[in-house]
């Protein structure tokens, strides 16, 4: 029950330990509270002593668990927590994925008209990568703490790739996905909804992305290519092989360039290009480490502030 737990909470297995503990004392600090204002107020014990009761235990058990979590440092699980409650007991207002998801809202397939709207949202955010994961770790690691994006889901191709450990180990829910039901028309889009998805970000994903996906995630999926675009993009273009063709063409700059997807590979409107030096010495090693600090530094930045522009606005089908 705790591995669940701590699975659906995204917790370790000490700090499982303090959630308890604290539902615990704040529970009974509840109920030794309500007790006693039930002894102030001096109501019979009847029916409308237990109605006050349980008003008075609702009312209270957010306050106790909220103070109680402060000292075992736990206060940031616990306002989480009773924020979703009253969310789902329709007390506070769920903005969460108002805009995140504008793509999948019915009417699919065209942008609509955007206006601007500054509400506090969070948008979910997907992964697609094939590799290692390096860019991806540092996407989630970028947006840890956020309270406005969330990386919702990582999308991979690969059984064994390293992006599904790194998943694995941040709790983040993954899907490996199938060339044919990829290439269908269908292309995962109830997993994406179900997942309320509302920005697709590839991370070293070798496939190239389907028209049905596209066409319902209107620029809202990105790319980052590691060289400058359109020289050494395209269809096999990827890993050491654009770094060994940008050397071998004796280029004195490479770099990384940012862009939006669309139906051809790396093909998208450019949204950012940041460049770097190719050494005379440079191996397709040296160069694509080189290359991979400017992706790291950049790809996040660039991510954040495109889905904040995005925020916002609001969709309006
Ligand atoms: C990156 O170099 C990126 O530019 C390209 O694929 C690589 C992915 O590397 N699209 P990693 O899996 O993030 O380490």
């Known amino acids: 029950m705790f591995a669940r737990l701590q699975q659906k909470w995204k917790v370790g297995p000490v700090q499982i330990v303090l959630i308890i503990f604290c539902f615990a004392l704040g529970g009974s600090l509840t109920g030794y509270s309500a007790k006693k204002i039930m002894d102030v107020l001096s109501v019979e014990k009847d029916w409308l ?10 009312m209270i058990w ?10 075992f440092g736990q206060f940031k699980f616990f306002k989480g927590y009773v924020k979703r409650l009253g969310q789902r007991i329709g007390i506070i207002r769920d903005l969460r994925f108002e805009v995140s998801n504008p793509g999948l809202a019915p009417n699919s397939g065209s942008e609509g008209s ?49 992006v599904l450990q790194i998943a694995e180990k941040e709790n983040i829910p993954s899907l490996v996905i199938e060339k044919e039901k990829f290439f269908s028309g269908k292309s995962y889009l ?5 997942g309320k998805i509302g920005f697709i970000v590839l991370a070293g994903f070798l496939w190239k992305v389907p028209e049905a ?17 359109p020289g050494y993009g395209g269809q096999g273009m990827y890993g050491s ?17 940012i862009h939006y997807v669309d139906e051809h590979y790396d093909n998208g409107d450019i949204i950012l290009q940041v460049k770097c030096p190719v050494l005379e010495n440079d191996t397709p090693e040296s160069l694509a480490h080189r290359v991979h ?5 950049n790809y996040p930045v660039v991510i954040e502030d495109l889905v904040k522009r995005l925020q916002a606005t609001r969709y309006k089908p």
Do not use: M
């Open 114 to 162: 955007l206006t601007t709207h500054h509400s506090p949202l969070t948008t979910n955010i997907a992964i697609f990568a094939s590799g290692a994961g390096s860019n991806a770790q540092r996407i989630i690691d970028h947006f840890r703490n956020s309270s406005s994006v969330r990386i919702a889901l990582i999308v991979c191709n690969k059984k064994k790739a390293g």
């Open 293 to 297: 600090e400017l992706e790291y530094a």
């Open 49 to 58: 002593w237990t109605v006050i009761y349980i008003l008075l235990v609702t």
């Open 62 to 71: 957010p306050l106790a668990v909220l103070t109680v979590s402060l000292f």
């Open 190 to 194: 109830d997993e994406l909804a179900s």
């Open 213 to 229: 996906l596209i066409r319902v995630f209107p620029k809202r999926i990105i790319n980052i290519h590691p060289a400058l675009l």
């Open 241 to 257: 092989r654009v770094h060994e063709a940008v050397i071998s063409a004796q280029e004195k700059e490479s770099g990384i360039t």
